[in-house]
């Protein structure tokens, strides 16, 4: 980021001086500079942050760039750079070498602080953002033992070895790398300049609206730059995530812009005349005004035109030194489009630094000296003098960016002087030549990173891809996809996994087809879960193509995730019989392939099976059996390979099956543990299931408060995953407790919202209890008639039978909303009975004899009523002073004082 010439830009250096001036004061700002490639964006931000740097000798600034070539594909790419910077990683000294040496030797002065709060408040971003190998060997051992912290670093490194690939919850991703920043500049103010957000993939995006909504509390500025035409097009044949962030930040901060494109004539005009008096010239007005009409003011063209006119001696100096017209300026043959400038420039170079670069733009905008050299067959040095010397001193073309470490490699990487120069080169490249020298590009790539190819496997996935290697592509797209999912950027890696099957499509039949795509189909229907729910038609569609891949092969290992996924999704979509089925032949092979990960998940499917069901003992033995086979140590990546964790699952479905039996001190006790369990794993879609499961505890046991505040901690956590089966059920949640607290109309609206996005998810199991839900809340609201319809929808499901007794009993008080109809109420109330005690769901009824003796008393059969409710209230040893039991013992109570009288 090391300055050229600068002019201009008055108004917008205000309006930034003032943006930094807020921060300094602890009025942290966000703030976009827009505007089209070639406008200045860069040069304007280059040279503010000069001037920003030189003012306050304790400022530092952080560089992040997002990567055209792969876009979407590189999970927190800006605000991985931006850490390395800050904690002295290989990568990010290279990125400080980009902004001014005084920046990047006060880059090196805060490393120790910095990773001192990376490891007291950050600790997930080690070996997710930040490599943490690197941290101790950016320090050396022996300041971070001076500074007394070493065995903090080591200790978390060592957690993180054991725990191995543990997925990371993108929640605690955005809270710590907020909360990194806020203490960083409590002592250092920041500047982050984040470039080319228009390539930005959504896990950044997200990262960046978080940041810009809580950047008030900390001494930072957060700036980046983008191409509003880029963002204009959309994402696929969606908007652009960034201008939905763009909108959101403005709507909550005021304007947040400063737009290139918006400068007036007048403004534009002024820039060329103070660029053209940048140097003693006697160039009149007639001059600058075509000069003017010819580039309209676009910085970019401005300057290369001009470079242009004097290398083609248009332009010359006079005796005194002073730029002058010369006498062969002729503007008709001059270039009319800024594109026109760089083919001029290009094309007078030497043919072997045109060739030089043409290897170099297939990379990208930034390249790398080592890859650059083993295609075009020449030494590193020999690349790296024709870099520098040539192309960088003489030409101006590129420009160093330093050395980089990627394991035992050090790199030397080059940047383009601007993307429409790497993109001129690049467009120029017929199909052929193109393909070919994407193709070197990856084969080269391979032979420098070796065992390490994860660190590249987008950039690997890309070059193969166009270089018409398509398997070889696919490999690196499900490599690239399991990194993602590393990271909780789930949809990241569903894209490269539904490319990599794209690519497979051009690959013959044979054995290492077959084994690719069970790969990529396997982890994509994993992902799929996340993104659009257990019961999606896609996850069933990727699992089944998946099953299919295993029978060709002759069922391998790989057939049992694949049986699991399956099971899973029938299991939601409601086909409870078949999904017990499936179950019970998948267990066993799960134990003779001595996987006792997918054993714990295949448990847990048939307690959860068992449970909708009714069988309330059996389910119960599934989750205590799926709960103590659990080793922490060993089955951290259970949720990674299940999509969820398997025991966090059991202990909190186990919680409801332990309530249904009577056991309510028991049941809380293993909810509070399934919850800290999910706390300790720190999965971001598990963290959502364990809050979801815990406000439907409370919804058992009548804890309305508890139920609402644990539903919506659901839905913050599934909003910010963008999980939307949870968001659906969460809602839903929400919506009952809201019912029963006192807002009948809003609880029942958002009730039945949620009812109509879960069904929307393919979702069918659980449908009968948020039915019943509902007609629970249009009962708490007297409205009978749609209770009872309701409740009659809740019926439709006949394969799942555990909350039977709720809706009969329901029914009855609906009935009795109206009079005349106790004979029909009490016959449902009996059925309510029946099916809780064949169930032995005790709490249930418990329950129904609450309702029963209800009916009975005003019909002159109060002792009836009274004996069959103390009967089933003296069974319960634990957990009296719940609801249900509290309204039990107060209702027998005023039996006994009034008898067959209600007080």
Not at 442 to 467: I, K, N, P, S, Y
Request: net charge negative; hydrophobic share 40%; aromatic share 6%.
């Amino acid at each position: 980021m090391e300055e050229g010439v600068f002019v201009g830009r008055e108004r917008e250096l205000q309006e930034l001086h003032k943006r930094v001036d807020d921060a300094l004061s602890g009025k942290g700002e966000i703030c976009f500079v827009t505007g089209e490639a070639g406008s200045g964006k860069t040069a304007l931000v280059r040279h503010f942050v000069g001037q920003a740097l030189a003012a306050d000798p304790d400022l530092v600034v952080a560089l992040g760039s997002c990567n055209a070539q792969v876009g979407a594909g590189e999970p927190y790419l800006p605000f991985r750079e931006v850490l390395a910077q800050l904690t002295g990683d290989g990568e990010g000294r290279q990125a400080a070498d980009r902004t001014t040496p005084e920046n990047a030797g006060r880059l090196r002065a805060v490393v120790v602080r910095s990773v001192q709060v990376l490891v007291e408040v950050a600790p997930d971003l080690i070996d997710v953002l930040v490599p943490g190998a690197s941290l101790a060997g950016a320090l050396g051992k022996a300041v971070a033992e001076k500074v007394g912290w070493m065995d903090r670093l080591e200790a978390v490194l060592k957690k993180k070895d054991r725990q191995g690939e543990a997925v990371v919850e993108q929640s605690r991703i955005f809270e710590q790398y907020t909360a990194f920043l806020q203490q960083v500049s409590a002592r250092t103010p920041l500047i982050l300049f984040l470039d080319d957000l228009q390539w930005a993939d959504d896990a950044s995006l997200g990262l960046l609206f978080h940041l810009g909504r809580r950047v008030e509390a900390g001494r930072i500025l957060i700036l980046g730059a983008y191409r509003p035409n880029d963002v204009a097009l959309g994402r696929g044949e969606e908007r652009h995530p960034l201008a939905a962030v763009v909108h959101e930040l403005t709507r909550y901060r005021g304007d947040v812009t400063v737009d290139l494109d918006a400068i007036p004539e007048t403004a534009s005009r002024r820039f060329v005349d103070t660029l053209l008096d940048a140097e003693p010239n006697c160039l009149g007005p007639t001059f600058r005004q075509v000069l003017f009409r010819r580039t309209g003011g676009h910085a970019l063209f401005t300057v290369e035109l001009l470079r242009e006119l004097k290398e083609r001696g248009d332009l010359v100096r006079d005796g005194d030194g002073c730029w002058v017209e010369g006498p062969s300026l002729d503007w008709d043959v001059l270039p009319v489009k800024v594109e026109g400038v760089i083919a001029e420039r290009i094309g007078r170079l030497d043919q072997d630094l045109q060739d030089l670069l043409t290897v170099a733009c297939v990379e990208g905008e930034e390249f790398t000296a080592e890859v650059v050299a083993q295609v075009e067959a020449l030494s590193e040095r020999e690349v790296v003098r024709r870099l520098g010397d040539d192309l960088q001193r003489r030409h101006r073309l590129v420009s160093e960016l330093g050395a980089a470490r990627s394991g035992g490699l050090r790199l030397s990487r080059y940047r383009f002087a601007h993307a429409l120069f790497q993109q001129y080169v690049y467009g120029g490249l017929d199909a052929a030549e193109r393909a070919c020298l994407h193709r070197e590009m990856g084969q080269a790539m391979e032979r420098l990173f070796g065992a390490e190819t994860a660190a590249v496997a987008a950039q690997l996935a890309r070059h193969f891809d166009e270089g018409g290697i398509p398997l070889k592509a696919a490999a690196y797209r499900l490599q690239a996809g399991q990194g993602a999912c590393h990271m909780s950027a789930h949809h990241e890696a569903a894209a490269h996994l539904s490319r990599g099957l794209e690519l497979l499509e051009g690959v013959p039949p044979g054995p290492e087809r077959i084994q690719m795509e069970l790969g990529l189909q396997t982890l994509l229907g994993t992902t799929l879960i996340t993104t659009f729910g257990y019961a999606a038609p896609q996850v069933e569609e990727a699992f089944a193509r998946a099953r299919t891949l295993c029978h060709t092969l002759g069922d391998p290992p790989q057939v049992i995730p694949v049986l699991f996924g399956l099971c899973l999704y029938h299991m939601v979509h409601g086909e409870i019989r078949r999904a017990r089925d499936e179950g019970e032949r998948f267990l066993p092979l799960t134990r003779q392939a001595g996987d006792v990960g997918y054993e714990i998940g295949c448990h847990f499917l048939l307690g959860a099976i068992t449970l909708y069901q009714g069988e309330l003992e059996r389910a119960r033995r599934h989750f205590e059996e799926a709960a103590a086979l659990h080793d922490l140590d060993r089955d951290r990546d259970l949720a990674h390979r299940l999509g969820n964790d398997p025991v966090v699952a059991s202990l909190l479905y186990l919680s409801w099956t332990l309530w249904f039996q009577g056991y309510p001190e028991q049941a809380t006790a293993r909810m509070e543990e399934g919850l800290r369990l999910a706390e300790v794993l720190g999965h971001p879609h598990t963290s959502t299931l364990a809050a979801f499961f815990a406000s439907t505890f409370h919804q058992l046991v009548r804890q309305w408060p508890q139920c609402q505040a644990e539903a919506e901690r659901a839905l913050a956590l599934a909003g910010r995953g963008r999980f939307p089966f949870w968001q659906a059920g969460c809602t839903m949640l929400r919506g009952s407790a809201l019912a029963r607290r006192g807002s009948g109309d809003e609880g029942i609206a958002v009730l039945q919202e949620g009812l109509d996005r879960w069904e929307a998810t393919g979702t069918r199991v659980a449908l009968p209890y948020f039915r019943a839900r509902l007609a629970e809340a249009f009962l708490g609201a007297g409205r009978r008639q749609e209770g009872l319809d309701a409740l009659e929808q809740s019926f439709f499901h006949g394969e799942e039978v555990w909350w039977h007794a709720e809706q009969h009993r329901l029914r009855a008080e609906l009935l009795l909303l109206a009079p005349g109809n106790e004979a029909e109420a009490e016959i449902a109330l009996h059925r309510a009975l029946a099916i809780a005690r064949d169930q032995k769901a005790k709490s249930l009824e418990l329950r129904a004899a609450m309702s029963l003796a209800r009916l009975l008393r005003p019909l002159g059969r109060a002792s009836e009523g009274q004996d069959v409710l103390a009967g089933c209230y003296a069974w319960f040893g634990e957990g009296l002073d719940t609801a249900d039991l509290r309204e039990a013992r107060d209702l027998l109570e005023d039996f006994r004082r009034h008898g067959g009288k209600q007080s």
